[in-house]
């Protein structure tokens, strides 16, 4: 293990999966069944950041549209299954990804903290090889509150310390997030953040003490640095 890096807790879609583009045809397609349109500019902007039944909620009240507990559940079976059908087309890793993990891995004890459903992930990891690599995954409907909340970075740290019996440090810990709905979510747990400008323009990833193009910008030796940083709130960060 690196002197100061702990572990590393990637979100998911935007980080290792290439699948925001995928998430909003498939919003898409199941809203127009509702007569309801999602532009990619209100995804982007307003609604990238929840998880499904976040995004319907949220859509919901911001169309004044009357949506009941089971009609939520059945508008995410329906978005489920389209984006399934979708996931079998071409690899949606990004570039350099794997490497990247197999990497971390190597190293610290890596995890998982996203607004994505399980079977997703895993799907996605198995096919690639991946799945095994990660110590904890924390999806969608496994805590309260999804992102912005810190829960699901805190129930990432909760299991990582489960497994290696004994407490982390999370200003040695870093989280890797493409939305500044992760990183608020992040921060909130008290990681140290890295942004990746997938999703997002390098100056939008606010609270983000490293912004990189994509994970092949990055390196574990990089993260020990910033963790070894007595200050990580340097404003606007710095790119690598």
Not at 133 to 153: C, D, M, R
Request: overall charge negative.
């Amino acid at each position: 293990m690196t002197s100061a890096l702990q572990a590393i807790v990637f979100d998911f879609d935007g980080v290792i999966a290439d699948s925001e583009p995928l998430h909003l045809r498939a919003f898409q397609k199941t809203l127009q069944d509702e007569g309801l349109a999602l532009s990619p500019e209100d995804y982007y902007e307003r609604y990238l950041g929840y998880d499904d039944v976040g995004l319907f909620e949220a859509l919901a009240r911001d169309r004044a549209v009357t949506m009941n507990d089971a009609q939520i559940a059945s508008l995410v079976a329906r978005k489920a299954v389209a984006l399934q059908g979708m996931l079998h087309g071409d690899a949606v890793l990004f570039p350099g990804v794997s490497d990247f993990i197999r990497a971390a891995a190597a190293e610290v004890p890596i995890a998982i903290a996203s607004g994505a459903l399980r079977h997703e992930i895993l799907e996605i990891l198995e096919s690639a090889g991946l799945a095994d690599l990660f110590t904890a995954i924390v999806a969608a409907g496994e805590t309260p509150h999804s992102k912005p909340s810190p829960a699901p970075y805190l129930l990432a740290m909760d299991r990582l310390t489960e497994s290696f019996g004994n407490g982390l440090d999370a200003r040695r810990c870093v989280a890797i997030e493409d939305s500044r709905w992760g990183l608020e979510s992040a921060r909130g747990a008290g990681l140290r953040c890295v942004g990746v400008a997938t999703s997002y323009a390098a100056d939008e990833l606010h609270g983000a003490e490293l912004v990189v193009k994509s994970l092949r910008d990055l390196t574990v030796p990089i993260l020990d640095r910033l963790c070894a940083e007595s200050d990580g709130t340097r404003a606007g960060g710095h790119r690598a």
